[in-house]
């Protein structure tokens, strides 16, 4: 068993036009005179793990939502009007149900009864905001999983309502699967209806043509190295979980997958692993998440996947490790253009995880906080990496709204990244550089970063550049036009709101001390001015966004080039001077 997946990142969810909601209602409709199954052919064991605090929490009708909290003042949620669209897609998705079957003694149940059957009667028939496909496809995972724990002392009327309403939603998602967008999206619909066709009477007959198209949707998804085309880990994470869980039901049902199933599981594993920091959850980038406590950790067991070292970049992504350190850098151009209305300029960026606690991290998705937080959070100054004043490595588009949700695609970012790689046994280190400054300012981004093999020491340089002629052209014209010396740049180290961090050696230094105890110092070579100022942690399942700090290096670039080098390091190591 794996923990309950938890629902889909805020913003990868488009919202349905008039045209397609009207088409969904339609369709809705046209499958309620589809077979009604007269039973459960196989009844999938849950895989999912619920909180039973969140149980308790939903019984007494709070309802902490896509990060909003709201006090129900009814006894069913269904009256309530939605505070945002995220909070009505968790609550028609039924991601709700794991939280009350985990309720230990089992007093959850007449609530998720009752909820339940107040849904039938508001939209059973195709009515609501409920009828996406993606949505039907969660909540039919959902309803069949947790089928017994619902059904257990209902009449005759509400079983045969709840039959007829699981026969209905899998034959509207053999009709209207292919209407969602590639990717997460399509995956659970897909899964929901071979959850659908391994599992009730007189759906089997849906398998063969929803095995094909989730074979090729892997096949059109997922690349060779076993990553999405988004880069955000917590997607991954989630279309993998989706994976694993068809590859389980299938074999319960003795089925086999597609061959392609099964390589993308082989593909994604690994590059999950190079993407969990130390403390088991995943390095936070382009609007995903750590996901929930144990879930990664659990879906890679499930997978069944052998553990590989993988080689080079996994999904663009550059990991260093050892001792007790793990850090996570992003490497790879982010996805731009007019559908990448998620990515981060966060190139070169990264975070550093010491055991069981994170050190380094990057701010996160701002998109449970609202449209300005949002593209706050996608900046380059939000990121633990080097920022020009005003300008991000990669540009936001015009904003747009469509169904009323803002949005603004990423463009003109970094198009050459370089990486390479080296080990002297005594630390492995990772040369970087990207172009995304080169067309605004004639300037490449060189980073570079050496871990010491005890993991008790990372070596950093950051410095900007000038290369070619034409570089030094574009730079001069830019210095020429401002009216003070140079251009100022910052490097950030955004910490965890769980450090605390205290300006030290007269401000040569930061002491880090971490939830645990554990301290690290930061010093620099002194090509920089040192500050510890405010930051924020964004984190998609809190009410508000957390307060925390971020150590910033300012510097001016007057040259055709400028670095500063700095250190973190444990106490026995913090003496030691950045390299020259």
């Known amino acids: 068993m794996s923990e309950a997946l938890s629902p889909a990142p805020v913003s990868q969810r488009a919202r349905p036009g008039r045209l397609r909601r009207a088409s969904n209602r339609w369709a809705a409709w046209r499958a309620g005179f589809g077979p009604t199954p007269k ?83 508001r939209y059973a028939t195709g009515k609501g905001p409920g009828w996406v496909p993606d949505l039907v496809g969660r909540r039919q995972i959902r309803w069949i999983s947790h089928a017994l724990f619902l059904m257990s002392g209902q009449d005759a009327h509400e079983t045969r309502a709840f039959y007829t309403t699981l026969g209905r939603q899998a034959e509207f998602l053999a009709r209207r699967w292919r209407t969602t967008s590639h990717g997460l999206p399509r995956f659970e619909a897909l899964t929901g209806l071979i959850y659908s066709a391994c599992s009730l009477i007189g759906v089997a007959h849906h398998l063969k043509p929803a095995l094909k198209a989730l074979a090729q949707e892997c096949a059109r998804e997922i690349d060779a190295s076993g990553g999405i085309v988004t880069r955000n880990p917590e997607e991954l994470l989630h279309v993998f979980t989706l994976l694993t869980w068809t590859a389980a039901v299938l074999a319960e049902a003795g089925k086999t997958a597609d061959p392609a199933v099964d390589t993308a599981i082989m593909r994604i594993a690994p590059t999950l692993r190079s993407l969990r920091h130390a403390d088991g959850g995943l390095a936070r980038f382009h609007g995903g998440g750590r996901g929930q406590v144990g879930r990664l950790d659990h879906a890679l067991a499930q997978s069944g996947v052998r553990p590989a070292t993988l080689s080079g970049l996994a999904m663009g992504y550059a990991r260093l490790s050892a001792g007790r350190a793990s850090i996570v850098i992003d490497a790879a151009p982010p996805m731009m253009g007019p559908q990448a209305f998620n990515s981060h300029a966060s190139t070169l960026a990264f975070e550093l995880t010491s055991g069981r606690h994170p050190l380094i991290v990057n701010c996160g998705s701002g998109a449970g906080f609202g ?113 003070t010396d140079g251009i100022p740049y910052t490097v950030r180290f955004h910490l965890h709101p769980d450090v605390e961090a205290e300006i030290d050696l007269g401000g040569a230094a930061v002491s880090l001390t971490l939830h645990g105890g554990e301290t690290w110092v930061f010093r620099h070579g002194g090509e920089a001015s040192l500050t510890l100022e405010n930051s924020v942690y964004l984190d998609s399942g809190r009410l508000k966004p957390r307060a925390t700090k971020q150590i910033v290096l300012s510097s001016r670039l007057t040259e055709y080039g400028s670095a500063v080098s700095w250190t973190l390091a444990k106490p026995t190591d913090a003496l030691r001077a950045p390299r020259p």
Do not use: C
């Not at 939280?99 to 007449?110: E, W």
């Not at 950093?460 to 002629?469: F, K, S």
């Open 39 to 121: 039973g459960f052919t196989s009844r999938p064991e849950p895989r999912l793990i619920g909180s039973d605090a969140r149980g308790r929490q939903l019984m007494a009708g709070n309802l902490l939502f896509a990060g909003v909290l709201v006090q129900m003042q009814e006894a069913l949620p269904w009256t309530l009007a939605a505070p945002s669209d995220a909070f009505e897609d968790e609550l028609h998705g039924f991601e709700w149900l794991d939280h009350l079957a985990a309720v230990a003694d089992g007093s959850a149940r007449p609530i998720a009864q009752a909820w339940l059957a107040g849904w039938l009667r």
């Open 371 to 483: 449209a300005d937080w949002r593209r706050a959070g996608r900046a380059t100054p939000s990121h633990s990496t080097l920022a020009l004043e005003g300008y991000s490595s990669a540009r936001l588009g015009p904003r747009s709204a469509v169904h009323g949700v803002v949005k603004q695609p990423l463009l003109e970012g970094p198009g050459t990244i370089e990486v390479q790689e080296s080990d002297s046994g005594a630390a492995r280190a990772i040369a970087f550089s990207h172009d995304g400054y080169r067309r605004t300012h004639g300037l490449i981004h060189l980073r570079s970063l050496s871990l010491e093999a005890d993991g008790r020491l990372l070596r950093g340089e950051d410095g900007l550049a000038a290369i070619t002629g034409t570089d030094r052209e574009i730079l001069d014209r830019v210095i020429a036009r401002l009216p």
